[in-house]
DNA sequence: CCTTCAGTTAAGTGACTACTTAAGTATTGG
DNA sequence: CCAATACTTAAGTAGTCACTTAACTGAAGG
């Protein structure tokens, strides 16, 4: 829950070519050339994409042969998902709370047209 | 769920200034100013970040007077959090079936030992 | 009124992005 | 062996980013 952290997973996440490489992680590992080919961009476009993926820590590869295999590392992912949500919950508790504040305010004039 | 869209909300929210400002809104409206009390930089700034969060379509705001009110709008938060869910959840099913299929073969494994 | 307040706008700057092409380096199938 | 494969690295470029300072607008408060 580091800033600079959640800096480089948000930013590996807002540009499309590296969500296409995220998505086509999460069915299993590939090879660069598998993440690549779904891409309109050379080669070497996608292998500065997948740098800024491992970067932020959201993939782990390694090589073997001339093949580097690739596969998604979920911990980052889900501390995203975890500011997003953490966000969420406090701003619908804060809904919540404006909500059930009407409604009194509602019985309460309810009330005095009563009298 | 359009790509342009996510690229705008992962963006913003790639900023510690920004992540910041969102998180105060979620507490309730708020002023420029009082978004900007603390953060180390600028009025002129951190005007410029909540032009970056309204174009995504985060954060919506009125002037009323000489005070400008800003607000979260919750949608684009949400499907920001929905992309990191689904793919977690396809990461996750995956994840299942390797497992079973792992214990399918252990389970072999015992079998044929027991000949 | 007129000054302070709350924000707005414009212009400039240095750093970073997302590519490209071109020229590599190991592997490996035939 | 040697050509094709699967990347890798370097250098260059146009465009974007996150600021800054400075000058400005329009609403209040005294």
Redesign the interface.
Known sequence: MQ??T??RT??A????AR?TM??RL???PASVSELAAPLAMSLSAVVQHLAVLEEAGLVRSEKIGRVRTCR?E?AR??A??D???R??V??ER?LDRLGAFLDAEDGRQKKRRKR
């Open positions: 800033a600079e959640l800096d948000f930013h996440l807002a540009d499309p969500r995220v998505g999460t069915l299993g998604i979920g992912l889900r995203a998902e500011w997003l949500v966000r969420r406090e701003w804060r």
